[in-house]
């Protein structure tokens, strides 16, 4: 049986690993800035951007207004009011009046079988008369020249999918707690450099940005083959992988940002309808991420809590204590690096195990959710994770 020191130390040392792992990784991942390409290709892309918006009165002016501003041309904003009962169509109609580049779209009712945003991004497919589709969640806005940046990325590495991570903006107390540590865990288990390899099995996308070749889309069968499905972006990257086609998995914080989540009900709820089928929908792979997050994550926060209270003066005599106090070090900087990288704020250190034990309850709820044929509440729909 492994003794408490073994195991501190093998984590230990998986922990330093990470030092060489994130910038690595970060490296090998293109970063676009908004001056990265100074000039319009010849050959631009013509784009569709494609919004969908269910109640989304807080957020639509400003990513309107972002998309309609961009310094390009050739491109369409078909926004797909999708039977929201707020005040998001009024601000809509207000804005399609002064801007002739804006179609407004709405879809007929959900149709059984369909998810709202699935059959929605479906709809503005059909009204958008571009030869590239840009899907972008309504939570978000793009620099002026975001898509003078990844046109030209996405001429460069001719893919046929170009993603990109954005900044994601936490302001709530339980948004800094929890998301920073959400991100950390999906970069770990996404790695951009392999989603960018061809060779690599590996296939990821962030769905808040989503440029797809029109021909590729269709190629895979679009939102239309993925009628039910909640990860869609997910799984649209490993259909895009699968037809060997090309993933431009990029790094561009300065290009997009977004605000996921507001609160924790809101976080809770978001991620309940993501996190199993993230998980390849595996209760084996579910309890390996738990055993994960709680050695990696939680346990050496809390011994070197309870060490430091029970041993009080004579912390610094105990090796535990030491391996603890190394293991959070190395936390620390390898959360600064992240920082640097992708200017993400990470999660304060005296609460991440707060954060890890909040995602843990996360994942159990999801899974559950999933075997007993439930449903989460989203967008004042129910939405199947069965």
């Known amino acids: 049986m492994m003794s408490l020191t073994t195991i501190l130390l093998v984590i230990l040392v998986v922990k330093c690993l990470t030092l060489i792992f994130v910038p690595l990784v970060a490296i090998r991942i293109p970063r676009l800035r908004p001056d990265t390409y100074p000039e319009v290709p010849p ?25 309609l501003n961009q310094d390009y041309e050739r491109f369409e904003v078909i926004v797909v009011d999708d039977h929201s009962t707020d005040k998001t169509p009024e601000i809509i109609a207000a804005l399609a009046t002064d801007s002739e580049n804006l179609k407004v779209v709405r879809p007929p009712p959900l149709p059984q079988g369909w998810l709202g945003k699935n059959h929605a991004l479906f709809h503005g497919t059909l009204a958008a008369e571009k030869d590239h589709y840009l899907f972008i969640d309504a939570d978000t806005w793009l620099h002026p020249l975001c898509l003078k940046q990844v046109c030209n990325h996405l001429v460069s590495t001719e893919a046929d999918l170009l993603t990109i991570i954005p900044h994601v903006e936490n302001k709530s107390f339980w948004e800094r707690v929890v998301q920073p540590c959400i991100m950390k865990l999906i970069m770990l288990w996404f790695p951009g450099n392999l989603v960018n390899n061809p060779k690599s099995k590996v296939a990821s996308a962030n769905g808040p940005f989503l440029l797809f070749k029109k021909e590729s889309y269709e190629h895979i069968g679009g939102h239309e083959a993925l009628k039910d499905d909640i990860v869609e972006d ?10 060997g086609k090309k993933i431009a998995y ?20 978001g991620w309940t309808k993501n996190f199993y089928t993230g998980l390849n929908k595996n209760p084996i792979i579910v309890l390996l991420a738990i055993i994960f997050i709680t050695l990696f994550f939680i346990m050496p926060v809390l011994l070197f809590i309870y060490i430091t209270v029970a041993l009080k003066g004579h912390a610094l005599n105990n090796i535990l204590w030491l391996l603890c106090l190394f293991i ?3 936390d620390m900087v390898s959360d600064h690096l992240i920082e640097h990288y992708y200017t993400m704020k990470p999660c304060p250190l005296a609460y991440q195990f707060l954060g890890y034990a909040i995602i ?21 729909r129910q939405c199947s994770i069965k």
């Open 250 to 269: 990029v790094n561009a914080p300065d290009l997009q940002t977004i605000r996921m989540y507001t609160s924790l009900n809101e976080i809770w709820q």
């Open 328 to 330: 959070l070090v190395v």
């Open 360 to 380: 843990i309850g996360i994942i159990l709820n999801s899974m559950f959710a999933s075997l007993r044929g439930g449903d989460v509440a989203w967008k004042d």
């Open 234 to 243: 997910l799984s649209l990257a490993k259909g895009i992988k699968a037809a």
């Open 43 to 67: 050959e631009a892309p013509e784009i569709s951007v494609i919004i969908p918006a269910r109640n989304e009165e807080k957020n639509i002016a400003r990513v309107l207004s972002s998309c």
